[in-house]
């Protein structure tokens, strides 16, 4: 099973769930790290790390001698990240998607595809855990391709837990896509729920099963879990706002090993969604909304 | 030579672009027939990345030899002088004749680098 | 103009609010939003929309069903897996293009050999100028699953550049997307400082590190502050120290305050609501202002 932890805010406690639920799963466990701006869960676990591999994408490179300007290169670009003038035509590799259109649409054959690095895919292992992580190159803007490669290294058996960035944007998607349940983490506070609103709304949109985990649940607002009983989303676990646990995470303690009451937290959680994604309730999409009606 | 001004408006009154990738649009004076001629910049204004190389190549293609504008971009440049075009920068404030003229009389020099950064280096 | 945006590279460490205090402190500024994927700050300055446009980028390829030979050369070209195959009888009956997946590169469009495919331009989102109690604002709202590409995030700080100039407002403040990618970059470019918001935290750390890494790559002045700092006084510590070293200022810290959620819950910025916070916020922000005064701002357009 493919488990996405996912949320439209960022620091809501995706990794968090992540990293303490996969500690208190059976093995075989997979977690992988697509949040690869800034990935995080290797802090919680100290994974030993046994290979690291540069991620490339393709782009073009010209060969001056068959070239002969014709511009169909860059005519067929849709990033102009080649453009054809008088001469050779110039290439902008940090504007390149790697659709690989210039080569093919080429009438003289005159490009092949060179490899630039964009990023890093290292994995290990922690305990029972396998453990892979993408981590962006700073600078470079496009994350796509590189969380579907780290997908590529999900387990083919028992489950993999995969760490989402944060948004609602095309790498959230490049990260959700394909697994079979989301736990949506939100936090107990207006931004909380504005943001998780946003969550939901892709989730119908991808038509994907999911749940919830509110964090920093406190008796100020109600309103998150007011929310999810009004649109019937299943609350799978409730976080309760925790000075001790907030210390905890912050020197990159795993909180079902250090504060008491959250392993069976965890393992509750672990249960529901055991129980939920079973069940394959989608649900109900009348209030699936697309960006037309919002406009 | 055909002399290419960023333009706010479509005649030489109008105010210069400061922008060039992203320019309303492009008025081309040809010093042979002291006339102009208006050259849409849809392509440069819809790109989602890269506006600067779009205009830059529109230009090209229209056979500018002189490019006139606010200001430019580390890729604008690099295209337009792959294109072999020259490049003035700091014309905002002055209208499209102005500039010109300013051009003609020999007061602006060719810039040999852009002069803002880049979004994505 | 001066132009600072709020950034953190780790999401949730309190960059909105801090911003909405900021706009309120200092009354003449134009407020942005840059996190077009999760646009928060409304929330807060409860601004009432004035003008809204429709976002375009890109383009979309999508196969008309009627002139697909089910050929399958799209699904051949695309390297996004954006194409999908419907069977029937064993045999491919109908290709289909997921837009959530579809890069808008246009390779299927032009190599489909019975032209069955149209390529229409995407609307990806929208973006709004709004009056607030404390001026202008401009925010946006993405479309789910649209590419981030930062260039709505160039559109809208483009337009506030414009608003600032026309209403002779001498600040620009930025609410910055998390992250260290395409919106961050679009939101920092042209930027004549930057606030870094982290919490002191192993990973607000980490993360804080990749965007000095990103601020010095782009050479935008670098400010720093800690948010409930009293969490962990030792990172907190650390911290401080790191930004230093980094070549960053260290602008100050503030406490860990119940008001913050409680302004949140109110919908008004922390230094209206009051509190400990209140206090630290308005420190920091004349911290900046001092700041700013030493900074040569740069003439910088949108290319």
Not at chain 3, 70 to 97: L, N, W
Not at chain 3, 214 to 223: A, D, M, Q
Request: aromatic fraction near 6%; include cysteine; charge should be negative.
């Amino acid at each position: 099973m493919i488990l996405a932890i996912a949320s439209g805010k960022g620091g809501t406690g995706k990794t968090t769930v992540a990293a303490n639920l996969a500690v208190c799963l059976p093995e075989p466990v997979h977690l992988l790290d697509c949040d690869v701006e800034e990935p995080n869960c290797h802090i919680f676990l100290n994974p030993e790390i046994k290979s690291t591999e540069r991620f490339t994408l393709p782009f073009p490179t010209v060969d001056e001698n068959r070239c002969n300007g014709c511009g169909e290169c860059s005519n067929i670009c849709q990033y102009n990240a080649i453009v054809s003038l008088k001469s050779k035509p110039l290439v902008f590799p940090e504007l390149c998607h790697g659709c690989g259109g210039c080569s093919e649409v080429c009438p003289e054959e005159a490009i092949t595809e060179a490899k630039r690095e964009i990023g890093t895919i290292s994995s290990g292992t922690w305990r029972h855990i396998t453990f892979v992580q993408g981590l962006l190159d700073v600078g470079q803007s496009l994350s796509p391709p590189l969380i579907r490669a780290v997908k590529q290294h999900c387990g083919t058996n028992g489950i993999t837990i995969i760490d989402c960035p944060p948004g609602t944007s095309c790498p959230v998607i490049a990260a959700v896509t394909k697994s079979d349940y989301v736990v949506l983490v939100s936090e107990s506070s207006p931004f909380g729920l504005h943001d998780l609103d946003l969550a939901v709304d892709t989730m119908r949109k991808l038509d994907l099963n999911f749940g919830v985990v509110i964090n920093r649940v406190s008796s100020l607002d109600h309103r998150v879990a007011d929310y999810c009983r009004n649109a019937q989303i299943p609350i799978l676990l409730e976080i309760p706002d925790d000075r001790k646990a907030a210390e905890a995470y912050s020197q990159g303690l795993l909180l079902v090993e250090s504060v008491p009451g959250f392993r069976e937290l965890f393992e509750r959680l672990y249960n529901r969604i055991l129980s939920e994604s079973s069940q394959n309730r989608k649900p109900t999409p009348e209030n699936k909304r697309d960006f037309e009606d919002i406009a | 030579m055909k002399i290419s001004i960023s333009s706010q408006g479509s005649n030489p009154d109008s105010a210069v672009d400061p922008r060039f990738g992203r320019a309303a649009q492009f008025l081309i004076y040809d010093t042979d027939t002291a006339s102009y001629e208006v050259i849409s910049n849809s392509q440069g204004q819809e790109a989602a990345q890269g506006a600067g190389i779009k205009a830059a190549e529109t230009i090209s293609r229209c056979g500018a030899q002189v490019l006139i504008t606010g200001h430019c971009g580390p890729k604008a440049f690099s295209t337009l002088k792959a294109a072999g075009i020259e490049v003035i920068i700091g014309a905002e404030g002055l209208s499209v004749s102005q500039a010109v003229d300013k051009y003609k009389s020999g007061q602006f020099d060719a810039t040999n680098s852009s002069d803002v950064r880049g979004h994505w280096k | 103009m001066k132009e600072m945006v709020v950034i953190s590279g780790k999401g949730g460490t309190g960059k909105t609010s801090l911003t909405a205090s900021f706009a309120s402190l200092n009354g003449k500024s134009v407020i942005v939003d840059c996190d077009v994927d999760a646009s928060d700050l409304p929330l807060v300055l409860s601004p009432v929309t004035e003008r809204m446009e429709y976002f375009k980028s890109g383009h979309e390829a999508v196969i008309r069903k009627d002139d697909c030979v089910a050929c399958g050369t799209c699904m051949d070209k695309c390297r996004f897996d954006a194409v999908h195959e419907a069977r029937r009888y064993g045999r491919p009956s109908q290709f289909t293009i997921d837009p959530l997946s579809c890069e808008g590169c246009g390779v299927c469009v032009h190599f489909c050999p019975s032209g069955a495919i149209d390529f229409p331009e995407q609307v990806c989102g929208q973006w709004m100028v709004s009056e607030t109690r404390y001026g202008p604002m401009v925010h946006a709202r993405l479309a789910i699953g649209a590419e981030n590409s930062g260039k709505l995030v160039s559109t809208v700080k483009t337009e506030a550049r414009q608003i600032a100039e026309e209403r002779k407002l001498p600040w620009i403040i930025v609410d910055g997307p998390p992250g260290i990618a395409c919106p961050v970059i679009a939101s920092i470019t042209g930027a004549s400082m930057a606030l870094v918001v982290v919490e002191p935290t192993l990973s607000g750390v980490h993360d804080m590190e990749r965007v000095f890494a990103l601020t010095k790559h782009f050479n935008i002045p670098t400010l720093v502050c800690v948010n409930k700092w009293e969490l962990n006084p030792r990172i907190a510590g650390e911290i401080e120290r790191g930004a230093l070293s980094a070549g960053a200022s260290f602008a100050g810290k503030i406490g860990y305050d119940s008001s913050v959620t409680a302004a949140q819950i109110k919908g008004i910025p922390v230094v209206e609501y009051g509190g400990p916070a209140a206090q630290d916020i308005r420190r920091i922000w004349q911290n900046i202002e001092k700041r700013m005064e030493s900074i040569e701002i740069p003439t910088v357009m949108e290319v």
